[in-house]
């Protein structure tokens, strides 16, 4: 496994998109000259060829003289080594700067993903961030890679009208004249084209987005019988996504058609031309079977020239969506002056009145979800607080330093695609203290139970698993990593008793010494702590450890034993 295919990304320019796209080409300028230069060599080679296959005729074969022939005959063999040349490397390096457009602009969605955080669903859809990251970018890398082909292009229709000159200077106007007139009449169509090819790629971003929404939350849907809503809205977006599509390829199929027909009618009236002027007298016989040639071979670059014009719009489409996310900015953002962070230290938030002392295991009863999950947000700096480690501010601190040594996990903690030892051992710890962690978790029997065990593939968020198995896999894996402080929302609610109270003996032997807080109501786990806080709108309530609250506090009581009791 190799690394990142750049490890500088540099900073892109999103104040548009076609400066995002000029950004682009200049990081990889050396690779665009390259290929420029060879699409020069090649389409000049191409544009030569005509020339030196009509004076073979002329000057060897009409003549009969055999030197010239040779000679000439010579010349077109170079020409068309040269050509194919140039044609096989500018091909290499146009992929080359396709690749680097497109796996550049992965690699800056990924950071900003990451960037990101838990804010980027609060502020673009899932979906849309996938169709950017499949689709958008074989849009930039196209878009970046037939900018230097257009300098060929360029060459290769100077060299052509040039030549026709040289033949009649009414068939050198003809081809001066008639090129950019076509150009102007096929990206006249491009126009309308790339407007309703971004309708539909919005379209199909809002159908990805309800797809995704649709697929994360099935379960819950079969539970308050959503299903057929959802579908019907999926129905309906599918619909208007097709029918963009449609309107699309109307004008996409306009573009198609007229790349085929008005470089082809151009060719006829070449041709024509160059008919009467044989018949004429006004040119020779090898300057007709040039002329033709040249005809021929202005079909290609005429049908390129269409075709960069639509990567082109295409680009700038995709380069808008792209530009979208990469300008979306972080809700919390590092301190101008960040300060070193403490080795240890107690976790406290004012705003609550909880403290989490330095290497103890200490719960959160709340008799309101919620209440803990705003606490565990300031505890992890997921939203901007009071709360300090150490007696340093987290505000204070790099958020990469926070997340370092501060791991939030909670019962919405996501699994990704692939064997399942990559998914709990991200990093390599190594299977010794994997297995350490998967035990701690009581997650062997789930393991041991798939056919390839740790190395079997996990489907996508893990939709294989039950409820109480996903909660002990991302236990484990929140174990392995080890973080000086650790924050447990609601780790074994989908879990059954008999584990549960394994998993609070284990969770506190693995954390023994490191300071562990769990947000639960979970008589197992809080009569393991060393402390329990009792949570409500107002604040803590009350301290101290289980037995001592249950005494204590009647309302706490009431809602660690259900009432029961």
Request: proline share 4%; net charge neutral; with cysteine.
């Amino acid at each position: 496994m190799g690394g990142p295919p750049f490890k500088v990304l540099g900073t892109p320019d999103l104040r548009t998109p076609t400066r995002y796209l000029t950004w682009m080409a200049r990081t990889q300028l050396s690779v665009l000259l390259g290929e420029a230069a060879f699409s020069v060599l090649g389409l000049g080679m191409a544009a030569v060829v005509p020339y030196v296959l009509g004076r073979t005729i002329d000057d060897g074969l009409t003549a009969g003289n055999a030197s010239a022939l040779l000679a000439w005959a010579s010349a077109l063999l170079c020409a068309g080594a040269l050509q194919a040349v140039g044609g096989i490397y500018q091909h290499r390096m146009s992929i080359l700067a396709y690749c680097n457009a497109a796996f550049r602009t992965v690699q800056l969605l990924t950071r900003k993903a990451t960037e990101l955080g838990g804010a980027l669903p609060r502020q673009v859809a899932t979906g849309e961030v996938v169709t950017v990251g499949v689709s958008d970018i074989k849009w930039i890398g196209a878009g970046v890679e037939v900018s230097s082909t257009a300098i060929g292009l360029l060459v290769a229709f100077a060299v052509v009208t040039v030549a026709l000159l040289g033949m009649s200077g009414l068939l050198g106007l003809v081809v001066l004249l008639g090129t950019p007139l076509l150009l102007i009449t096929i990206s006249a169509v491009i126009r309308p084209l790339a407007k309703r090819q971004g309708l539909h790629r919005e379209q199909i971003g809002q159908l990805s987005r309800l797809g995704v929404d649709i697929a994360t939350g099935i379960r819950v849907l079969r539970g308050i019988g959503g299903e057929r809503s959802f579908a019907e809205r999926y129905r309906l977006a599918s619909l208007k996504a097709r029918t963009a599509g449609v309107h699309a390829g109307r004008y996409d199929a306009t573009l198609q058609a007229a790349q085929v027909l008005l470089p082809g009618a151009f060719v006829v009236l070449v041709v024509w031309l160059g008919g009467r002027f044989v018949v004429g007298d006004q040119i020779t016989p090898g300057d007709l079977v040039a002329m033709y040639a040249y005809a021929t071979f202005l079909v290609n670059p005429l049908r390129a020239a269409a075709d960069l014009f639509t990567s082109i719009a295409n680009a700038l489409v995709s380069a808008r969506r792209t530009i979208r996310i990469l300008s979306l900015h972080p809700e919390l953002a590092d301190p101008e002056t960040p300060r070193n962070p403490p080795s240890s230290g107690d976790l406290v938030d004012a705003g609550s009145g909880f403290t989490a002392r330095a290497g103890m295991f200490t719960a959160v009863a709340a008799d309101v979800p919620e209440a803990a999950g705003r606490v565990a947000d300031r505890l992890g700096r997921y939203v901007d607080s009071g709360v300090t480690y150490g007696k340093v501010p987290l505000s204070d601190l790099r958020l990469a330093d926070v997340r370092q040594r501060i791991l939030v996990v909670d019962a919405e903690a996501a699994m990704f695609t692939g064997p399942l030892r990559d998914e709990l051992d991200p990093f390599g710890e190594g299977d010794t203290r994997l297995k350490a962690a998967i035990t701690a978790a009581s997650a062997d029997d789930i393991v041991e139970a798939l056919p390839n065990h740790l190395d079997t593939e996990v489907d996508g968020l893990g939709r294989s698993f039950s409820g109480g198995q996903r909660q002990r896999l991302i236990l484990a894996r929140a174990l392995l990593f080890d973080p000086d402080v650790l924050v447990l929302v609601d780790p074994t609610s989908a879990v059954d008793a008999h584990t549960e109270a394994r998993i609070a003996e284990q969770l506190l032997s693995f954390r023994s010494g490191r300071t562990t807080i769990v947000m639960s109501t979970s008589p197992a786990l809080l009569d393991r702590a060393d402390r329990v806080a009792f949570l409500t709108e107002a604040g803590v309530v009350a301290d101290g450890t289980h037995r001592e609250l249950l005494t204590s506090q009647p309302q706490y009581r009431a809602l660690v034993t259900k009432g029961e009791v």
